[in-house]
């Protein structure tokens, strides 16, 4: 009952910060809607999570793909390929412009090893990801659990 009321009210607060953003931009002269059109989505489908769209026991069983991603034993390896994917992505990114602006967490690595130490570590990090789901991958499908 607490969690019930406690989203109405979260429901509200938003609903009334949509409309006060509304408000001030249609009033304003020469405000622009289109510029605040993204909060004031980003605010309804808050408040639709919290109302209709919030999951309970009787919306699962309708919410159930039955994908083959919904299993563990390959969503992580899945999960982990893909982001070996991304980070030869950065790797290659990095090495082809290498005078873009980097992460924050590639600012130590560039100002150690440059551009190009860059590149090796993501395409380290990347290598290290695939690694990661072709074990994960051999040791779900092993007919032994016990594979190291």
Not at 127 to 136: D, H, M
């Amino acid at each position: 009952m607490l969690m019930l009321i406690v989203r109405r009210l979260l429901q509200v607060a938003f609903a009334l910060v949509a409309a006060a953003v509304v408000f001030v931009t249609v009033k304003a002269p020469g405000g622009h809607l289109v510029s605040n059109l993204v909060f004031v989505a980003f605010c309804i489908l808050i408040i639709l999570l919290l109302g209709p769209w919030w999951p309970s026991v009787d919306k699962i069983g309708k919410w159930k793909f039955n994908l083959p991603t919904d299993n563990p034993r390959i969503a992580f390896p899945l999960f982990g390929a893909t982001l070996g994917a991304y980070a030869l992505f950065r790797a290659w990114d990095t090495y082809a412009r290498p005078s873009q602006d980097f992460y924050r967490f590639e600012i130590p690595i560039a100002s150690l090893f440059g551009a190009e130490g860059v590149a090796w570590a993501w395409a380290a990090i990347g290598v290290g990801c695939f690694w990661g789901a072709w074990r994960l991958h051999r040791r779900a499908s092993a007919p032994d659990k016990n594979v190291a």
